[in-house]
């Protein structure tokens, strides 16, 4: 059974910054893509970066230029590092692997991580 473990929510100023970690467990034989998505309160859940397997990255425009995501592959590790946060960052981070495993394909969700961002 995959798992993942995210880390490094919490609360920071405007203008400050937090990273996430999500590392994924179980029964691994490959990660396609990693992933992170937010939801705030009474929206829907939006794709915020996004690496694959050979490393090409999508962002949302509205992180674009402060927020880098990347990979420790030999840790199936995901991390998003988030700088000049604003309010409107405040959500709960989800993390997202896609890959295969001892039970076939799998996509998966994290529990979900909280960030607030004060002004």
């Known amino acids: 059974q995959v798992q993942l473990v995210e880390s490094g929510g919490g609360l920071v100023q405007a203008g400050g910054s937090l990273r996430l970690s999500c590392v994924a467990s179980?029964?691994?034989?490959?990660?396609?893509?990693m992933a992170w998505y937010r939801q705030a309160p009474g929206n829907r859940r939006d794709l915020v970066a996004q690496?694959?397997?050979?490393?090409?990255?999508n962002y949302a425009d509205s992180v674009k230029g402060r927020f880098t995501i990347s990979r420790d592959y030999g840790k199936n590790t995901v991390y998003l590092q988030m700088n000049s946060l604003k309010p409107e960052d405040t959500a709960v981070y989800y993390c997202n692997v896609l890959g295969s495993g001892s039970r076939g394909v799998f996509n998966y969700w994290g529990q979900g991580t909280q960030v607030t961002v004060s002004s």
């Open positions: 179980g029964g691994i034989f490959s990660i396609n893509t």
């Open positions: 690496i694959t397997s050979g490393g090409t990255l």
